[in-house]
């Protein structure tokens, strides 16, 4: 068993507004191996977004903040690092790509100059050393013809070429965790399948640890190792990929492997799931999916289940599971 | 990109020979030259030698051509309430403009680059309000009422700088004050207002996850893009700038540019104000053009797309 | 089925640090709004009664009762020069005032909306002819433009009110113009051509409407805009001539007489302080219609 890069303990992260506290991310705790591939999947609004900006601790400011809890990156918390420390780390060690590739990138720089940046910050390379760094990083993505690349603009590439240039800006520097946020969810579906295809490769080649966040089934069956469901703020259940799909303990995860089209199945009513997530200043007494559950008991709407252990990868908080 | 330019000045120079036309017609709308320059007891013999030196008994359409065969030769006629040539008028005042006009331009960008900026991006903070403050009140109380007060409160009250004159350093020190103040809060807030947009912008996201120094985020990646929207609005910056220099230069008996429009205006003397027209005609379009062209160079995709 | 506010909205955007709106905070909002609303309704007020209200005619001279400070019985914010009483010109001038504003926001908010849609909708050469001019008379200085008018028309209201408009609708179209390309390219005003609507029909019927919104943000912004501008011709000697108070030649009128043996600083600062209270309170309400209509605007 290879060693755990990220341990996220009992994560609290809440938005101070005019209307008063939102706890988006409350009391979530995972962890992820090395060259191993965590998902995070969720309905949009669930916190796994903020999750991953918790981690990176680039909340919007002002009004976010991380009220609790650990994020420990290779033994060291950097919930506690200090400002200086942390941007030191950032680039580094922890890296993300995020959702929008038409908006990621600087448009009034070339490529290239945005990739060296990243090298330059982070690593004490004599300038001649620079650029075949840079055209390396491009390499590992799968860049056609770096040499020439590296002076275009971001306007110059198409989407699926410019998330692989975001990809090569956050991979530049071999950090050790790569958080990925929707990366695929803008792109074409053909594109989609080449790029989940690197990531692999990726990991291969560099033993990366990926936190993959989506609202896709489909990409997390085809890349992730394990998963996280995450609902309104907390993970419901965690478990290795096959087993989420064969044998889903938690209602919640049931429903949304339902709700995944099918095409070998003919005739069938799309299923979706009952009511709507509850708003995050509102939240419900009790299990906070009670509401929408179709097997919900009476102690469900009363008190919030706790997190079980199954097996060592599998957890699950629901009070059907003993 | 140089076809883009060429396109472009081609442009400027319809447009400026339309306004040259629309100025040349304006001037004479309706007023009579002569109700001014001549006396109660002229004779209709002497009014008629006074339009006849003027040039102005001919038909308009011989006026038009003579004008503008006396604009190319850079002959820009007498002026009628001084004893001299309008490009005399110009070549004193137009110096002493520039003087004026320069040190208030730099001074005003820089100022509404550094406070837009500390404003954007420490909000909330007494600097931001403070900014907002300046920023609405700035716009909402008149320029020269501000400068008058100034003038009150600085020179007649606490006697500390000079109202006139314009020979020492001190001496520049309430103008170009006033200056600024016209320019500072309409920049400033769109600094601000431009600076808070690229601020949410993913892009200056992904600058912060390479863990670059918040210094370097904001003014290498931010300000870069933050400037494209200001600099479009250039061409309106400078008639703002043209405005407030009249006036200033009212208040201040600054001899430029400015302060001789308004008098020429007094008099009726066309010639003086029309060629003030169109050499500031000529900086508008010459300002339009290259705001135009630095557009397309901070904006790659502009210069790639023309080219 | 409970009420959701999706925590999606709160990832991208929440920007504020306070939890529950403080009392204060409300209070200054509230403020905002109901203080520049009572100072545009006693402009009003002034602009249509000041032949009732003020207590003397603006051009009665009192040469016994010269540069009276503000105070003097009889004389509430001081006498002039001529020894005309402040308040009574500072309500005229409100008058006055109003009249060029009002007129000239009428003339350039509607020449240059239509012109706006028309070049939006229509596209084309259209377009770029009409954008072209517009960039002109944007960067064109209007202090230059009102300079050359008063030269060859001399100053009076009209000229003042042509100066202001002959310039000014170009802001409009301009504004007018992006929203009308927006609207243009959306559904509606497709279904509106696949039912064969004309293009006249389409602009009226469709395009004006959704435009009313931001126009009318602006034009309450333009009235204090209009005010200081042209108070700014009145104080050169440009705009409107004495004996008619405008603030701006009252301001001007002052200015001879600030230093000793007069001070009469009142003569100056009155009206200036009016221009300014009356543009704050124009920007402060166009910022407050923008909110109501579309609070995801709000600048703060």
């Known amino acids: 068993m290879s060693n755990i890069v990220l341990q996220v303990e009992d994560l609290h992260t809440s938005f101070f507004t005019r209307m008063g506290e939102v706890k988006a991310v409350d009391g979530v705790s995972f962890f992820v191996r090395e060259s191993e591939t965590f998902g995070i999947v969720g309905e949009s609004g669930c916190g796994k977004s903020v999750t991953g900006l918790s981690i990176m601790r680039l909340l919007p400011e002002p009004g976010g903040r991380v009220t609790g809890g650990k994020v420990i990156l290779e033994g060291k918390n950097i919930l506690e690092l200090n400002k200086k420390m942390m941007r030191a780390y950032r680039g580094k060690m922890v890296s993300m790509i995020l959702q929008d590739p038409m908006q990621s990138l600087n448009p009034v720089y070339q490529i290239g100059d945005q990739i060296a940046e990243s090298v330059r910050l982070h690593q004490d390379l004599p300038e001649n050393m620079v650029e075949p760094e840079v055209i390396s990083a491009l390499r590992l993505l799968r860049i056609p013809a770096p040499e020439s690349r590296i002076n275009e603009y971001p306007f110059q590439l198409s989407g699926g070429m410019r998330q692989r240039v975001v990809g090569a800006i956050a991979m530049s520097c071999r950090p050790r965790l790569l958080i990925a946020d929707e990366p695929t969810t803008a792109l074409d579906a053909t594109i989609q399948a080449q790029y989940i295809a690197l990531f692999e490769d990726i990991q291969a080649k560099t033993n990366v640890a990926i936190i993959f966040i989506t609202h896709d089934f489909a990409v997390i069956s085809r890349i992730c190792d394990r998963v996280g469901v995450m609902y309104a703020g907390k993970i419901v259940e965690t478990a290795p990929t096959r087993e989420i799909f064969k044998a889903p303990r938690h209602p919640y995860t049931s429903a949304l492997i339902q709700s995944v089209p099918r095409l070998d199945r003919k005739d069938e009513r799309l299923f979706s799931i009952e009511g709507q997530p509850p708003s995050m200043m509102h939240l419900p007494a009790g299990c906070r999916f009670s509401p929408r559950c179709t097997v919900s008991m009476d102690i469900c709407k009363e008190q919030e289940p706790p997190e079980i252990k199954l097996t060592e990868d599998h957890s699950v908080s629901c009070w059907r599971v003993k | ?33 002569t109700v001014f320059l001549r006396s109660t007891t002229s004779t209709p013999e002497q009014v008629d030698l006074l339009r006849h030196k003027l040039g102005i008994d001919k038909g308009i359409g011989t006026q038009f051509w003579i004008y503008l065969k006396d604009y190319a030769k850079l002959d820009f006629g007498q002026s009628y309430s001084q004893q001299r040539t309008v490009a005399q008028e110009i070549k004193d005042s137009l110096p002493n403009t520039l003087k004026l006009g320069i040190p208030s331009f730099v001074i005003g960008m820089i100022l509404a680059i550094l406070l837009g900026v500390w404003s954007a991006t420490k909000r909330d903070s007494w600097i931001d309000n403070g900014v907002k403050f300046i920023a609405v009140l700035g716009q909402a109380l008149p320029g020269f009422w501000v400068a008058i007060m100034a003038v009150f409160i600085f020179s007649v009250h606490w006697r500390l700088l000079p109202a006139q004159g314009n020979n020492s350093i001190a001496c520049y020190v309430l103008p170009v004050g006033t200056m600024v103040f016209f320019m500072l809060p309409g920049m400033m807030r769109l600094v601000r207002s431009s600076m808070l947009d690229v601020l949410d912008s993913e892009y200056v996201k992904l600058a912060r996850i390479k863990g670059l120094s918040e210094t370097k985020v904001i003014w290498k990646h931010a300000l870069r893009n933050a400037m494209i929207s200001p600099l479009t609005t250039a061409g309106m910056l400078f008639a703002g700038i043209v405005g407030g220099a009249v006036i200033t230069e009212n208040i201040f008996n600054w001899p430029g540019m400015g302060r001789l429009a308004v008098t020429a205006t007094m008099a009726r003397d066309f010639p003086v104000v029309q060629t003030i027209a169109l050499l500031v005609a000529i900086m508008v379009l010459g300002i339009n053009l290259f705001v135009d062209i630095a557009y397309a160079w901070v904006d790659p995709q502009i210069r790639y797309q023309k080219s | 089925m409970q009420t959701q506010t999706t925590a999606t909205a709160i990832d991208t955007k929440a920007k504020r640090k306070y939890s529950g709106m403080p009392r204060s905070r409300r209070i200054m909002q509230n403020l905002t709004f109901w203080i520049p609303v009572v100072i545009f309704a006693l402009l009003i007020t002034c602009a249509i009664f000041a032949h009732f209200i003020a207590p003397y005619p603006f051009d009665k001279m009192d040469m016994v009762n010269r540069w009276a400070p503000p105070g003097t019985p009889g004389h509430l914010l001081g006498t002039d020069t001529l020894g005309r009483d402040i308040l009574s010109r500072v309500i005229y001038g409100a008058q006055t005032s109003l009249a060029v504003s009002l007129l000239v926001v009428a003339i350039t908010a509607g020449f240059g909306t239509a012109l706006g849609i028309l070049s939006g909708y229509l596209g084309g050469n259209v377009d770029s002819v009409i954008m072209r001019i517009t960039d002109i008379a944007l960067s064109f200085p209007g202090m230059l433009m009102a300079i050359l008018l008063a030269v060859s028309l001399g100053p009076g209201f009209m000229t003042v009110v042509f100066a202001l408009s002959i310039l000014g609708w170009a802001g409009y179209t301009r504004l007018v113009r992006g929203e009308a390309l927006r609207i243009r390219n959306s559904d509606f005003v497709a279904q509106a051509r696949v039912a ?105």
Request: net charge positive.
């Open chain 2, 1 to 33: 990109m140089t076809r883009f330019i060429i396109i472009r000045f081609l442009q400027s120079i319809v447009a400026f020979f339309g306004i040259m036309v629309l100025v040349f017609f304006l001037v004479r709308a309706s007023g009579d030259p």
């Open chain 3, 196 to 300: 064969g609507a004309s293009s006249w029909r389409i602009m009226l019927v469709h395009i004006f409407p959704n435009i009313v919104n931001p126009l009318i943000v602006i034009m309450t912004m333009a009235v204090g805009m209009m005010i200081l501008a042209e108070s700014g011709m009145s104080y050169l000697g440009i705009g409107i001539p004495p004996p008619r108070p405008s603030w701006g030649n009252m301001v001007s009128d002052g200015r001879a007489y600030l230093s000793p043996p007069q001070s009469a600083w009142w003569i100056s600062v009155f009206p200036g302080i009016c221009i300014g209270l009356v543009v704050m309170s124009g920007n402060f309400l166009g910022d407050w219609v923008r909110d109501k209509m579309d609070p995801r605007l709000r600048q703060l």
